[in-house]
């Protein structure tokens, strides 16, 4: 039983920050991906930010510059730092991850359950 738990939203100004957590938890033998995808009210799932078992990073031009992914390997932790936060970027935000729960087993992946980010202007 693998879950995805995200958690770090809030009601925040624009030009503030939030910092947003994703802990992997249960049967875990590797994490080969994991990443922020966000979800605004009649919009389709973006992907904004993503992180490789390397350490490799990838963002959407919408968040570049603003926004940071980083990994607690120990803790099996992803975060999301969101600096210069504007009111476009009020979404669910959701966690994802490519992985595997054990030797036996593929690559699977999951979802947490979402966090709602709203910046007012």
């Known amino acids: 039983q693998v879950q995805l738990v995200a958690s770090g939203g809030g009601l925040v100004q624009a030009g503030g920050s939030l910092r947003l957590s994703c802990a992997a938890s249960?049967?875990?033998?590797?994490?080969?991906?994991m990443a922020w995808y966000r979800q605004a009210p009649g919009k389709q799932r973006e992907l904004i930010a993503a992180i490789t078992s390397g350490g490799r990073t990838n963002y959407a031009d919408t968040v570049k510059g603003r926004f940071t992914i980083s990994r607690d390997n120990a803790k099996n932790t992803v975060f999301l730092q969101m600096n210069s936060l504007k009111p476009e970027d009020t979404a669910v935000y959701y966690c994802?991850?490519?992985?595997?729960?054990?030797?036996?087993?593929?690559?699977?992946?999951?979802w947490g359950q979402g966090t709602q980010v709203t910046v007012s202007s």
């Open positions: 994802h991850g490519v992985l595997r729960g054990s030797y036996y087993q593929n690559e699977k992946t999951y």
């Open positions: 249960g049967s875990i033998f590797s994490i080969n991906a």
